[in-house]
């Protein structure tokens, strides 16, 4: 089965960058989709179809996808950014959905 | 208001059984491929099965974890979707959602856009 890794944590100070990757074999054929999921919340999907946001989702949030590798990126980062990241792709070989493996991100 | 809500979660001992349910509101239900995903205690998504709508030919799939284990189904009159849990097990204990897409974002196709906020499930003696 297909499988999407993710570093299990990222910390960043305030006002500055984090990239969330999320690794697949070629995953850059494939649309990849990002949920932010705070404490005790069900998951939120922050990007859709590997860059697009849904209406309420702060243009801070953006995401890529190319070759092996998709990343989230938070510009900008804020206290409230806090949280766990999940992408989730489409594996069309067993027409389920794919979550990885999730990383914890920590503002200092 | 789009929502789903679910319910019937509890305490079960392991080889029993357990049917929880998820109220949606607020959007068409009986179009929507609806999915159930679970989250173990301190653990990551994962993505259980699915019911296609009756008009996709109302299908399910499944995980190979609960394949055999886990029935979905749904009543369309009732806007309800159903996961019945036969001969459970420890490693089912987790956080049940539900959720589907393409409702508040019509463009995320294969993605899920709302969830419940979820029925906690413990199997244990």
């Known amino acids: 089965s297909y499988v999407l890794t993710q570093p299990p944590s990222v910390s960043v100070a305030p006002g500055q960058t984090a990239r969330i990757t999320c690794g697949g074999n070629?995953?850059?054929?494939?649309?990849v989709h990002w949920y932010q999921q705070k404490p005790g919340q069900a998951p939120v999907l922050v990007v859709y179809d590997d860059s697009d946001r849904p209406s309420g989702i702060p243009e801070r949030f953006s995401g890529s996808n190319s070759g092996n590798t998709a990343t989230l990126t938070i510009s900008r980062v804020e206290a409230g950014d806090e949280a766990d990241y999940y992408c989730q792709v489409w594996d069309s070989s067993s027409d389920h959905p794919v979550f990885g493996t999730g990383t914890k991100v920590t503002v200092l | 208001e789009v929502q789903l809500v679910e319910s019937g979660g509890g305490l079960v001992k392991p080889g029993g059984s357990l049917r929880l349910s998820c109220a949606a509101s607020g959007f068409t239900f009986s179009n929507a491929w609806m999915s159930w995903v679970r989250q173990a205690p301190g653990k990551g998504l994962e993505w259980v099965g699915r019911i296609k709508s009756k008009t996709d030919g109302g299908t399910t799939d499944y995980a190979a974890p609960v394949k055999g284990r886990f029935t979905i189904s749904r009543d369309d009159s009732k806007n309800t979707l159903y996961l019945q849990m036969n001969s459970l097990k420890t490693e089912d204990t987790a956080v049940y959602y539900c959720t589907t897409g393409s409702v508040v974002v019509p463009a995320a196709i294969w993605s899920f856009d709302i969830w419940g906020q979820g029925t906690m499930v413990t199997v244990s003696s």
């Open positions: 070629n995953i850059g054929s494939k649309s």
